[in-house]
């Protein structure tokens, strides 16, 4: 992996992250394919969306279709038809998100299946070997985090196992990878000296980049700031930074303020779905009646297929009729707009502008509909 900044403007990076399948532009932002597919797109409505970059989810491939499927194939990047780079999470997203089914030890975790109830362990270890399996370009490092809310004991033990994993992960890593990457988490909760503990652990394993997770999950919008103001400007500045989970508008723009590279988020595929759109005019609920007969298209300001060939009112009929259709034009929509918006960011950071955008695109984005 190779990373290069190649512009600031204050602590807001402009870069170009380079892997084996490929490169992508820093501010990314990564649309998510949790089984292997950005639910309603095909790969060449992804690349013509402007993806570089997309995120898969390490535990649901590990249920279906199995390791041993993808191996056959020689990698996810084969199994799915993509060709850019992937990075896949940890699965400790799924230790917070299913902890009903979790039970978290010194080893590992050990899962109770979603799908068929069956019980099965996974170490840090196992988790390497998934992804080497998978050959993901960018690996993340098994972790653990607290439910918030959490208490300081709760969030010390979380990031007690997530260093003592890190380092089993790094030793696995070093001795299977095949030109691959791989990325810590930091945790710590909303404390800001165990975050700066956590950082100061792995940044001594020396990981190829470095995320920030545990975030998003019930805080308030200061308490997320505050942890990102204190930590980013922390992380190892050669490397890349990567805010896991945050995908709001205006969260990726204060995370870009303070130097953070990488993000992902369900948000933009998943409001597709149920009929939230975003434009450059604020947040779109296409159900609603005033869009019945309305013949403009959903966003004037927006060059993706779906507002350039269709109304509001179509649109609305699509969700309103429960047409597959819907999710297509809709998520083509959100995805389009999620990368521009970052393409607008790298921008306005190479011409030495990010603030001013900062405040012209909130100033419109902010007044809604």
């Known amino acids: 992996m190779k990373f290069e900044i190649l512009d600031r403007d204050g602590p807001s990076r402009a870069g170009r992250l380079t892997t084996k399948n490929g490169a992508f532009d820093t501010p990314a932002f990564m649309p998510v394919g949790t089984a292997g597919t950005v639910k309603a797109l095909t790969p060449q409505q992804l690349q013509e969306a402007g993806a570089q970059v997309i995120l898969a ?18 990698s996810l990047h084969r199994f799915m038809g993509w060709d850019k780079p992937i990075l896949t999470d940890s699965g400790g997203f799924q230790i917070f998100s299913l902890r009903g089914n979790a039970r978290v030890g010194e080893e590992g975790v050990r899962f109770k299946s979603h799908l068929d109830g069956s019980s099965f362990a996974l170490g840090p270890e196992d988790v390497v070997d998934i992804q080497n399996a998978l050959d993901s370009d960018i690996q993340m490092a098994l972790d653990h985090f607290a439910p918030h809310p959490a208490t300081r004991s709760q ?36 404390h800001e000296d165990l975050r700066q503990r956590s950082l100061h652990e792995l940044a001594a394993m020396d990981f190829e980049g470095y995320a ?32 896991m989970g945050s995908g709001t508008p205006e969260d990726i723009l204060f995370a870009v303020e303070n130097g953070m590279d990488m993000f992902d988020c369900v948000l933009p595929s998943r409001n597709a779905r149920n009929g939230t759109l975003f434009a450059s005019h604020g947040k779109v609920r296409i159900k609603n009646e005033k869009y019945k007969s309305d013949p403009r298209p959903l966003d004037g300001a927006c060059g993706c297929y779906t507002c350039r060939n269709f109304s509001r009112a179509y649109l609305r009929h699509l969700f309103i009729s429960r047409e597959i259709l819907s999710s297509i034009l809709n998520t083509i929509h959100n995805i389009h707009f999620y990368l521009d918006f970052m ?23 902010q007044q809604g509909e």
Not at 225 to 237: D, H, I, K, N
Not at 345 to 363: G, T
């Open 57 to 74: 989810n390490t535990y649901h491939l590990f249920l279906r279709p199995g390791t041993g499927v993808i191996g056959k194939f020689g």
């Open 212 to 243: 920030v997770g545990g975030l998003s999950v019930g805080e308030t919008p200061a308490e997320f700031q505050a942890v990102l103001r204190a930590l980013a400007p922390e992380l190892p500045g050669g490397k890349p930074r990567y805010l």
């Open 155 to 190: 969030d010390e033990k979380a990031l007690r196992l997530t260093s003592a994993w890190a380092a089993r992960a790094r030793a696995r890593f070093s001795r299977t990878n095949r030109a691959n990457s791989q990325f810590a988490i930091v945790q710590g909760g909303l």
């Open 343 to 365: 393409a607008k960011i790298r921008y306005a950071i190479r011409s030495r502008r990010f603030v001013e955008f900062k405040e012209s695109f909130l100033a419109l984005y």
